[in-house]
């Protein structure tokens, strides 16, 4: 017996094929319906035959970007990841329309984040030569949080560059 390809099936068929690989995919993670899109064409669906599977999926609440992108954050934020990274993040994955703020503030807020992932890194030191403070700066704004964030991280912390250079 031959097994069928997905070209090979019937349109009633293929709707079934797609929407038993995304049962699956949610089985086991919130996905954004570009995710979903992504992994079906990978497995040789094309766009304009999955996207209607994904939108009755979304109707019936079996797929939700909003539920996802709340999930994303959560999980993104509990590792330390600040606003800037977590949103181009999202971005990449369909999801524009996010509010970040109100999800950090469940979780403490930006600056209560920033602060613990610093403190997590480093150590008390108050008097930085230029080359540390650049490399702690760098590794901040790595982990997605503004340069403004960061002076005021610093500021709080009364960190100053020390005058002997680096």
């Given at each position: ?35 979903l ?95 540390e ?19 005021r ?14």
């Amino acid at each position: 017996m031959q097994k069928k390809t997905p070209s090979s099936s019937t349109p009633t068929e293929r709707r079934q094929q797609i929407e038993a690989v995304c049962l699956r995919l949610l089985a086991r993670r919130e996905h954004s319906q570009k995710e979903l899109l992504d992994k079906l064409a990978l497995r040789g669906f094309m766009r304009d035959e999955s996207l209607p599977v994904i939108q009755a999926m979304a109707e019936q609440n079996w797929q939700n970007d909003l539920r996802y992108a709340e999930c994303y954050l959560r999980q993104r934020i509990a590792t330390g990841y600040g606003p800037v990274r977590i949103r181009y993040e999202l971005q990449q994955r369909g999801i524009d329309d996010a509010d970040l703020d109100a999800q950090a503030e469940e979780q403490g807020g930006w600056q209560n984040l920033l602060l613990d992932v610093y403190a997590r890194k480093y150590d008390d030191e108050k008097s930085l030569s230029q080359n540390e403070w650049l490399k702690r700066s760098r590794f901040l704004q790595q982990r997605g949080f503004s340069g403004e964030m960061i002076k005021r991280l610093f500021g709080e912390l009364k960190i100053k560059l020390n005058s002997r250079g680096g």
